[in-house]
């Protein structure tokens, strides 16, 4: 093949790769956001995921469920210690009705203990509010103030919402699907709120008991966008525990969580990164089973435990303790959402991205929208849909005009490399390699050089070599008056007597001449022939029968 057509060739090659470059990255799948490495409509149980960030720290979520709400993902490790709720005197979330504080005397009364109500509860307030400036709405009617938590530890009345922009942005809570789900409740409370179920939940705690009569205790459906996971999800992850690995339903906490966290007791001592910690489930504990059999307590909610008792996995205590973990869930837009880079791993998450990426106005500051009023068939928190203005920073119409600069640029550097490739290729057709020396002799050798001398190859056999162990050029000078270069193929000697040039034995009998003998046309060595011996009577060496030129010394006859 010719460099002409090579070369077409090549060039043809980098304007197809150019071509389908610039198709690729204009497809509709990829407009947005360029093309992501995986789909999250493809994300498994066990792929862990970056999103938002609290106390400065990026926040990481896992995968640990997939159901008909889509992938159910678990904060990784306990956020932060809160308290479920406060003491007080709580009401429902309409504002005006108050809760029953007790079921009977023995009971435990949420004035004092917290209410176990997880629509009231100041931790779900805070988890859905996106407030700045701490002006959380408490449903219930209480604040987690020092004087309504344990001991005034781990207070957060005046903290700025765990969905504010400090942590998440925008359109990254787009990201956090609004989901209708069941929602477990006290017999105190049913009396305002049961839609379903014939009976109190039993309290267990061992792992193979727990769920118990979860299908037929009373309940209704409730809206969250952000909550804490349930009986029915925990038990989800447990049975995923083959993917999950580890025990994954037991959590200990961040660091950022123990260094900011003022929480100590004598039953529990301080939380520690290395060691598993009690986190918050979102149920009331329902009927003792225990030693309190019998007891319906308005104040207790269940808790996954730490590991060291065994076989307990789901404990109960009072919703005003501090000191409890909280490990938030959501259920993730897979429709909605890419990653771009990450391959899933705990140490290499997937970073994720909302496919309708344009920035997203914040609204006006309206708590009813965070947490409405029950109506009925539950709660919500609305999520209203957010428009950037065209053109403006990081819009889709901005995005696309950074898109194209960044494919005009790229295809210009392709086309201007094949151009280069083209040009040296054209521009060196037919030029010997670097270093090759002429195709043929253009000098005979300079007067008095040794033997072979001339030319950058080698024209004649080193000392020992039988006859014809030579390169392919000349080695002997042509006959008189014949143009130089005008020689035999392979001649390495004179032929014998008469005997046309060029006519030479057909196989090597003698070794070339040494290297430092020299070949001169004025001068003739002396008769040193001896016919009788066929040996030069000069040096002894052998010489083929009818040989006129001894190849050794040089001397002729």
């Not at 005197?89 to 004092?112: C, L, M, W």
């Not at 959501?330 to 959402?337: G, V």
């Not at 130089?484 to 004179?494: K, Q």
């Not at 070339?512 to 040193?528: G, L, T, V």
Request: proline share 10%.
């Amino acid at each position: 093949m010719s460099k002409m057509i090579l070369g077409k060739r090549i060039l043809g090659a980098v304007l197809a790769i150019v071509v389908l470059s610039i198709i690729i990255t204009v497809s509709p799948a990829s407009t947005r956001i360029g093309v992501p490495a995986k789909a999250a409509s493809n994300l498994n149980i066990g792929d862990y995921m970056t999103m938002g960030t609290y106390y400065g720290e990026p926040i990481l979520w896992r995968c640990v469920d997939k159901d008909a709400n889509g992938p159910l993902m678990l904060a990784d490790k306990i956020l932060t210690f809160k308290s479920f709720d406060a003491s007080g005197e709580h009401v429902y979330s309409d504002g005006q009705t108050a809760q029953n504080d007790v079921y009977n005397p023995k009971d435990f009364p949420r004035s004092i203990y917290g209410s176990n109500l997880w629509e009231t509860s100041t931790l779900r307030a805070w988890l859905n509010s996106s407030t700045e400036d701490g002006s959380v709405e408490w449903l219930g009617g209480v604040a987690p103030d020092s004087s309504s938590v344990w001991n005034g530890y781990n207070t957060y009345d005046v903290e700025a919402g765990f969905l504010s922009t400090n942590n998440f942005s925008a359109s990254e809570k787009n990201l956090i699907l609004n989901v209708n789900q069941k929602q477990l409740i006290s017999t105190v409370d049913t009396s305002e709120l049961l839609t379903d179920g014939t009976e109190e939940h039993y309290f267990y705690s061992r792992l193979d008991k727990f769920l118990g009569n979860y299908d037929s205790a009373y309940s209704y459906s409730l809206n969250d966008n952000m909550f804490l996971l349930d009986l029915k999800q925990l038990s989800r992850v447990i049975q995923n525990d083959s993917i999950l690995k580890g025990k994954y339903y037991f959590a200990k906490p961040n660091p950022a969580a123990v260094e900011n966290s003022n929480y100590q007791s004598e039953a529990y001592g301080k939380p520690s990164v290395y060691e598993n910690w009690h986190y918050w489930l979102r149920d009331p504990a329902g009927k003792q089973t225990d030693y309190r059999a019998g007891l319906l307590v308005p104040s207790f909610v269940r808790e996954v435990m730490d590991d060291k008792i065994r076989d307990k996995t789901v404990g109960q205590i009072h919703a005003y303790e501090s000191g409890v973990g909280v490990r938030p869930a959501f259920y993730l837009d897979s429709e909605n959402s890419a990653f771009p880079s990450g391959s899933g791993g705990v140490s290499d998450p997937y970073v994720v991205v909302n496919t309708n990426d344009a920035p997203l106005e914040t609204p006006p500051v309206d708590n009813t929208n965070t947490m409405p009023p029950y109506s009925g068939s539950g709660g919500g928190v609305t999520n209203p849909p957010i428009v950037a203005a065209p053109g403006s920073p990081g819009s889709q119409s901005s995005n696309d005009s950074t898109m194209w600069i960044i494919i005009g640029i790229s295809a210009i550097i392709l086309i201007l490399a094949a151009a280069g490739v083209l040009t040296f290729i054209l521009f060196n057709k037919g030029k010997p390699k670097s270093g090759a020396g002429p195709s043929w002799p253009v000098a005979p050798p300079p007067s008095g050089a040794p033997y072979g001398a001339g030319p950058s190859w080698p024209v004649a056999p080193p000392s020992g070599a039988l006859y014809g162990a030579v390169p392919p050029r000349p080695v002997a000078p042509p006959p008189s008056g014949a143009p130089y270069g005008a020689v035999p193929p392979r001649p390495v000697a004179p032929p014998p007597s008469g005997a046309p040039y060029g006519a030479v034995p057909p196989r090597p009998v003698a070794p070339s001449p040494p290297s430092q003998s020299i070949w001169n046309d004025s001068s003739q060595p002396p008769d040193a022939y001896n016919a009788s011996t066929q040996r030069c009577t000069s040096c002894g060496e052998s010489m083929i029968p009818g040989s006129k030129f001894c190849t050794k010394c040089g001397s002729s006859f």
